[in-house]
């Protein structure tokens, strides 16, 4: 047959492949909607004008550069000009797959004469028709037949593993499943020895990263190293290549050379024909198209790590702050209820209004103070709790407090509010204002001050009350604060300086009372500001030739929190006292020297007489000579005693201290007493204790005989007496007990007083003076010491006095 086909043989008609409904989008639709739809490509078209085309290549690209697909507009993603084919260049089939093999693409659009876009020819239809035009050129001749099948076949098988590879590419992300797809399959279609995908690395050098050999040929070039890489320029893809050994076309990744796809054949040279050339480049794009994808997928597997730890990141952050909200909003919460809880619970009233002078708040204080319910008060203006007469000048300083820049201030004192019955009531108030987002809300805090007035009312009664007794009295009293001014004066006080009452108020009391006298007070005045009562005598100048004596007495001042803020004085003129106790001391003194000495004789006298001259003398004559020595006895012990007490009293007497054992002056006074015990019946008990002591032996032992010789008079028959001593944290308490007849409690305190007997008779018949307790006290204050009776009628005495260590 001739090479020309048979008449009856149409090769497949292009306007039958072609697409006249391809996916037309608008140049401002979001890549990110036009995805989903599309499957090969999808062409960007404005009043069926074509603008572009969008490919999978174009969706790669910006999937790498990390595009936001959701705003980006498909009109920036486009490729432009686009290559498309009049329908008067479309004749022939292998002529169109030819322009798409020589410009690398697969889909061409067809456009009408005027440019208008009539629909779509991919690749993948040409060759799909291709196939079955194979199976139609079996009836041509057998020899152009199957040249003619061959190279169909061959460029099926080749549209077939193009279309295999890119649909792996789209289906698989495994790169090294796609290039052994890739090597395994072309070296199978070239019948070629090797396919070999080669990674160039930065240096030059390269390594067989991936291939296909072969059966029978060796050795295997996987994972080998390849130096001085430099791929093979081919210039005419559409011209056979002839006595080369291998086929070496450039991968290209984003633009740049990432190494090669290679087929050799090692034994001799060959041919290699277009469409093998054309082959190898498609899948070399297609390889870089899947490593770009590769790349992209590391890159998105790192940056998604990389975002999923600044995700997790922002998430602890997030419930950090969550958290910290959360506690912010539960403190708000429990410090809006305390707040509340302080605003109800609180004991001052306190109402809110805002600028139109309206209540907003009414706490449960001010319902008790008003007598409203909040349902009744909040909304109405505040002019309600207020008298009439008082209003005006109550909104004039609202509105001028509003627009001061202080933030709160106390209002006046002698204001006046109004209750809901009517009753009008003082009140002291204080306002404060904040900005809110709905204007100026101001906030009154308002007292009841009634009782307060009352009670004011009634202490200036009370101090009118007391500023007459005071004054009335003729005893100077004063109240001097810790800065040791006058406070308070009474007309007494103040009449005694020459001054009037306010004269002294806050004047200090070295001032009035002068530089001298006030070095003489000034220790006890800081004995009282330090928390201590104290009485204390002195004497006064008045003029050069004129004095007085006065007695004082400081009580202090405490506080709750036992802080002294100042002292009471009360200070009397003991002058006229002073006076007569002088007089009564000579007179004493004088009456008992002058009585010692006929006393004496007459003592003497009676002694001689009852000695010599008892005999001559009937019954009722010695009677009376032992009743006249008897009485003379206790006249003289009377004479002693009161003269003692003279010298003590006057400090005529000092005490010579000495270092004593304290149980043997018990035992020695016990010892003295013990015949007038027996004489009596009466048995004495001694528990001493063995203890040194810097002290007046004489003395204690006269104190110690004294108690004993009351004891022993005063005990009945057979009874015991107990002379003991106890040993205390700062002192010695020593102890007489008796089984006596008690001393009532009104006369307990007396007993230690001149003169002062519980049963004068008894006393006289036992031939007391009434002088001995006072005379023990007087000696027990010498030593520091204090003396006291404890008693119980019918039950006994115990009289007790310490010693300091």
Same mark, same amino acid.
């Given at each position: 047959?001739?090479?020309?086909?048979?008449?009856?043989?149409?090769?497949?008609?292009?306007?039958?492949?072609?697409?006249?409904?391809?996916?037309?989008?608008?140049?401002?639709?979001?890549?990110?909607?036009?995805?989903?739809?599309?499957? /090969?490509?999808?062409?960007?078209?404005?009043?069926?004008?074509?603008?572009?085309?969008?490919?999978?290549?174009?969706?790669?690209?910006?999937?790498?550069?990390?595009?936001?697909?959701?705003?980006?507009?498909?009109?920036?993603?486009?490729?432009?000009?686009?290559?498309?084919?009049?329908?008067?260049?479309?004749?022939?089939?292998? @002529?169109?797959?030819?322009?798409?093999?020589?410009?690398?693409? &697969?889909?061409?659009?067809?456009?009408?004469?005027?440019?208008?876009?009539?629909?779509?020819?991919?690749?993948?239809?040409?060759?799909?028709?291709?196939?079955?035009?194979?199976?139609? +050129? @079996?009836?041509?001749?057998?020899?152009?037949?199957?040249?003619?099948?061959?190279?169909?076949?061959?460029?099926?098988?080749? %549209?077939?593993?193009?279309?295999?590879?890119?649909?792996?590419?789209?289906?698989?992300?495994?790169?090294?499943?796609?290039?052994?797809?890739?090597?395994?399959?072309? $070296?199978?279609?070239?019948?070629?020895?090797?396919?070999?995908?080669?990674?160039?690395?930065?240096?030059?050098?390269?390594?067989?990263?991936? !291939?296909?050999?072969?059966?029978?040929?060796?050795?295997?070039?996987?994972?080998?190293?390849?130096? !001085?890489?430099?791929?093979?320029?081919?210039?005419?893809?559409?011209?056979?290549?002839?006595?080369?050994?291998?086929?070496?076309?450039?991968?290209?990744?984003?633009?740049?050379?990432?190494?090669?796809?290679?087929?050799?054949?090692?034994?001799?040279?060959?041919?290699?024909?277009?469409?093998?050339?054309?082959?190898?480049?498609?899948?070399?794009?297609?390889?870089?198209?899947?490593?770009?994808? /590769?790349?992209?997928?590391?890159?998105?597997?790192?940056?998604?790590?990389?975002?999923?730890?600044?995700? &997790?990141?922002?998430?602890?952050?997030? $419930?950090?702050?969550?958290?910290?909200?959360?506690?912010?909003?539960?403190?708000?919460?429990?410090?809006?209820?305390?707040?509340?809880?302080? +605003?109800?619970?609180?004991?001052?009233?306190?109402?809110?209004?805002?600028?139109?002078?309206?209540?907003?708040?009414?706490?449960?204080?001010?319902?008790?103070?008003?007598?409203?319910?909040?349902?009744?008060?909040?909304?109405?203006?505040?002019? &309600?709790?207020?008298?009439?007469? =008082?209003?005006?000048?109550? $909104?004039?300083?609202?509105?001028?407090?509003?627009?001061?820049?202080?933030?709160?201030?106390?209002?006046?004192?002698?204001?006046?509010?109004?209750? @809901?019955?009517?009753?009008?009531?003082?009140?002291?108030?204080?306002?404060?204002?904040?900005?809110?987002?709905?204007?100026?809300?101001?906030?009154?805090?308002?007292?009841?001050?009634?009782?307060?007035?009352?009670?004011?009312? /009634?202490?200036?009664?009370?101090?009118?009350?007391?500023? +007459?007794?005071?004054?009335?009295?003729?005893?100077?009293?004063?109240?001097?604060?810790?800065?040791?001014?006058?406070?308070?004066?009474?007309?007494?006080?103040?009449?005694?300086?020459?001054?009037? =009452?306010?004269?002294?108020?806050?004047?200090?009391?070295?001032?009035?009372?002068?530089?001298?006298?006030?070095?003489?007070?000034?220790?006890?005045?800081?004995?009282?500001?330090? %928390?201590?009562?104290?009485?204390?005598?002195?004497?006064?100048?008045?003029?050069?030739?004129?004095?007085?004596?006065?007695?004082?007495?400081?009580?202090?001042?405490?506080?709750?929190? %036992?802080?002294?803020?100042?002292?009471?004085?009360?200070?009397?003129?003991?002058?006229?006292?002073?006076?007569?106790?002088?007089?009564?001391?000579?007179?004493?003194?004088?009456?008992?020297?002058?009585?010692?000495?006929?006393?004496?004789?007459?003592? !003497?006298?009676?002694?001689?007489?009852?000695?010599?001259?008892?005999?001559?003398?009937?019954?009722?004559?010695?009677?009376?000579?032992?009743?006249?020595?008897?009485?003379?006895?206790?006249?003289?012990?009377?004479?002693?005693?009161?003269?003692?007490?003279?010298?003590?009293?006057?400090?005529?007497?000092?005490?010579?201290?000495?270092?004593?054992?304290?149980?043997?002056?018990?035992?020695?006074?016990?010892?003295?007493?013990?015949?007038?015990?027996?004489?009596?019946? =009466?048995?004495?008990?001694?528990?001493?204790?063995?203890?040194?002591?810097?002290?007046?032996?004489?003395?204690?032992?006269?104190?110690?005989?004294?108690?004993?010789?009351?004891?022993?008079?005063?005990?009945?028959?057979?009874?015991?007496?107990?002379?003991?001593?106890?040993?205390?944290?700062?002192?010695?308490?020593?102890?007489?007990?008796?089984?006596?007849?008690?001393?009532?409690?009104?006369?307990?305190?007396?007993?230690?007083?001149?003169?002062?007997?519980?049963?004068?008779?008894?006393?006289?018949?036992?031939?007391?003076?009434?002088?001995?307790?006072?005379?023990?006290? $007087?000696?027990?204050?010498?030593?520091? !010491?204090?003396?006291?009776?404890?008693?119980?009628?019918?039950?006994?005495?115990?009289?007790?006095?310490?010693?300091?260590?």
């Amino acid at each position: 047959m001739t090479s020309e086909q048979p008449k009856a043989l149409q090769r497949p008609n292009l306007e039958q492949l072609l697409d006249r409904q391809p996916l037309r989008v608008h140049p401002d639709t979001a890549i990110a909607a036009v995805i989903d739809r599309m499957d /090969a490509c999808a062409l960007i078209v404005l009043e069926d004008k074509l603008l572009g085309i969008f490919t999978e290549r174009d969706l790669v690209r910006l999937v790498v550069k990390n595009a936001d697909l959701h705003t980006t507009p498909i009109s920036a993603a486009m490729t432009q000009p686009v290559r498309v084919l009049k329908h008067s260049e479309a004749r022939d089939i292998f @002529k169109v797959l030819s322009i798409m093999q020589q410009h690398r693409i &697969r889909q061409i659009p067809m456009v009408e004469e005027n440019g208008l876009l009539s629909g779509l020819i991919t690749q993948t239809s040409i060759l799909q028709a291709i196939g079955l035009f194979n199976g139609v +050129l @079996k009836t041509a001749d057998v020899t152009q037949q199957r040249q003619t099948e061959l190279a169909l076949k061959q460029q099926y098988q080749q %549209g077939q593993l193009i279309g295999n590879v890119t649909r792996r590419i789209r289906e698989s992300l495994e790169l090294e499943e796609i290039l052994k797809t890739a090597v395994t399959e072309v $070296q199978a279609i070239l019948n070629c020895d090797r396919v070999l995908v080669i990674e160039r690395a930065a240096d030059s050098n390269a390594q067989v990263i991936e !291939g296909s050999t072969r059966l029978g040929v060796q050795p295997s070039l996987l994972n080998q190293s390849v130096s !001085g890489l430099v791929p093979a320029t081919i210039s005419d893809p559409g011209v056979p290549q002839t006595g080369v050994a291998s086929l070496e076309i450039a991968i290209y990744v984003q633009s740049q050379p990432w190494g090669l796809l290679v087929a050799s054949q090692n034994q001799s040279a060959r041919e290699w024909q277009p469409f093998e050339i054309e082959l190898m480049e498609h899948l070399a794009d297609q390889m870089g198209v899947a490593i770009a994808q /590769a790349q992209l997928l590391g890159n998105l597997e790192a940056l998604v790590e990389q975002r999923t730890v600044e995700l &997790r990141e922002t998430n602890d952050r997030l $419930q950090l702050e969550i958290q910290e909200r959360t506690k912010t909003e539960s403190a708000l919460r429990e410090s809006q209820q305390q707040l509340g809880g302080i +605003l109800e619970t609180a004991g001052e009233a306190i109402i809110s209004i805002d600028e139109q002078h309206s209540v907003v708040l009414f706490n449960q204080s001010a319902e008790k103070t008003f007598g409203y319910t909040p349902s009744e008060i909040i909304g109405e203006p505040l002019e &309600r709790l207020l008298p009439e007469v =008082v209003r005006q000048t109550h $909104q004039q300083y609202v509105r001028s407090f509003a627009q001061e820049p202080g933030a709160s201030r106390p209002m006046n004192r002698d204001m006046v509010a109004k209750r @809901k019955n009517g009753e009008a009531f003082p009140a002291e108030a204080s306002i404060s204002k904040i900005q809110t987002n709905t204007g100026w809300l101001l906030t009154i805090m308002l007292k009841d001050i009634t009782e307060r007035r009352l009670s004011e009312a /009634a202490l200036r009664r009370s101090e009118e009350q007391l500023r +007459l007794t005071t004054d009335s009295l003729p005893v100077l009293i004063c109240y001097v604060d810790a800065e040791q001014r006058y406070r308070f004066n009474n007309k007494t006080h103040a009449d005694w300086f020459g001054r009037t =009452v306010e004269e002294l108020e806050g004047r200090l009391v070295r001032e009035i009372i002068g530089e001298s006298h006030y070095q003489q007070a000034h220790p006890y005045i800081q004995q009282a500001l330090s %928390g201590q009562k104290i009485h204390y005598e002195l004497t006064f100048s008045i003029s050069e030739d004129q004095t007085c004596d006065l007695s004082a007495t400081y009580i202090p001042d405490i506080d709750a929190d %036992g802080k002294v803020r100042g002292f009471f004085a009360l200070i009397s003129d003991i002058s006229d006292r002073k006076t007569t106790e002088r007089i009564k001391a000579e007179f004493v003194s004088m009456v008992s020297h002058e009585l010692r000495t006929p006393l004496t004789s007459i003592h !003497g006298s009676l002694k001689l007489m009852s000695m010599m001259m008892l005999e001559d003398l009937n019954p009722k004559g010695k009677e009376l000579v032992a009743i006249a020595l008897k009485n003379t006895d206790r006249l003289g012990r009377l004479i002693n005693d009161v003269l003692d007490l003279e010298r003590i009293e006057s400090g005529r007497i000092s005490l010579i201290y000495q270092n004593c054992d304290l149980a043997k002056l018990m035992t020695q006074a016990a010892q003295t007493m013990e015949s007038m015990a027996r004489e009596l019946d =009466v048995r004495l008990v001694t528990q001493p204790i063995n203890i040194t002591l810097s002290l007046d032996p004489d003395r204690i032992t006269q104190m110690l005989t004294n108690l004993l010789s009351n004891a022993i008079k005063f005990s009945p028959s057979d009874a015991d007496i107990l002379l003991s001593a106890t040993e205390r944290e700062q002192d010695i308490l020593i102890s007489v007990t008796d089984s006596g007849p008690g001393i009532p409690a009104s006369k307990i305190e007396l007993i230690f007083e001149r003169f002062q007997q519980v049963d004068s008779r008894e006393s006289r018949r036992l031939g007391g003076t009434g002088l001995g307790l006072a005379i023990c006290k $007087q000696m027990v204050q010498q030593h520091g !010491g204090t003396i006291w009776a404890e008693s119980e009628l019918g039950e006994g005495s115990t009289f007790c006095f310490t010693l300091p260590k």
